[in-house]
């Protein structure tokens, strides 16, 4: 019996992040005890005996019904539902920390070549406004919110409200009557596009890394 149980230092391996913790734990279970398929008897009472003692020490995080039997198929089905429940919070882990980054303020990183376009773009823009004839309020406010993007464009991260503030100071001017910035405001909403296009594309490139790191993480279904 007691050659069948975890060593202090398998168990030493056990993270101490409640989620975490039981991706190792059933991961030491299925390398100790080998095909979950082949699991009989005691072996099987043993590994719903550590699987529903961390259960039921964290029972405010798992909601997975601890089996009344100790055979083969009800530690199969119990070892199935604990990793579906994994998956599951592992995913809405990931959904928070994306909202978490939603509120700290959108950032994005631009290819070079993105840069070389959008600093193109920004020069028109210069043209266009310092062709409009527009109060001189209205020229230094928009001025001086293109200014502060074109310096956000040569930074690492590239914030995003900058953008926003350009966007909606020339759109408010334009829709208060100065018609001769719209096509400003059609420069400006193409660098918002061309942004748009490569945050889409780092979000899909950050949620296939998170993907595979949560199929890293999380045992196999057994056979």
């Known amino acids: 019996m007691d050659n069948l149980l975890l060593a202090d230092d398998e168990l030493g391996q056990v ?33 719903i005996e550590y699987l529903s003692g961390y259960v039921s020490h964290h029972s405010g995080v798992f ?24 998956k ?7 959904i928070g920390m994306a909202l978490a980054r939603k509120g700290r303020g959108d950032n994005v990183n631009l290819p070079p070549t993105y840069k070389e376009q959008i600093r193109d773009l920004v020069s028109r823009i210069k043209l266009i406004i310092d062709d409009a004839a527009i109060p001189p309020d209205r020229h230094d ?27 909606l100071s020339l759109t408010r001017h334009a829709g208060e009557g100065a ?3 719209e096509p ?22 950050e949620a296939a890394a998170i993907t595979q790191d949560i199929r890293k993480r999380l045992p196999p279904p057994s056979a």
């Open 15 to 47: 993270s101490e992040d409640v989620v975490g913790g039981l991706i190792d734990l059933i991961q030491l279970l299925e390398r100790k005890y080998t095909d979950l398929g082949s699991w009989q008897g005691e072996t099987s009472a043993i590994v």
């Open 63 to 86: 909601r997975t019904e601890i089996p009344d039997e100790y055979g083969a198929r009800q530690c199969s089905w119990f070892v199935e539902s604990l990793k579906n429940e994994v």
């Open 88 to 94: 599951g919070k592992l995913a809405r882990e990931q």
């Open 141 to 167: 406010d928009i001025m001086a919110k293109l200014n502060a993007f074109a310096a956000e464009i040569e930074k690492n991260q590239t914030n995003l409200e900058k953008l926003g503030k350009l966007w």
């Open 179 to 181: 018609k001769n910035l």
């Open 184 to 205: 400003a405001v059609r420069l400006i909403e193409r660098v918002r596009k061309m942004i748009g296009g490569v945050q889409d594309e780092q979000e899909a490139a």
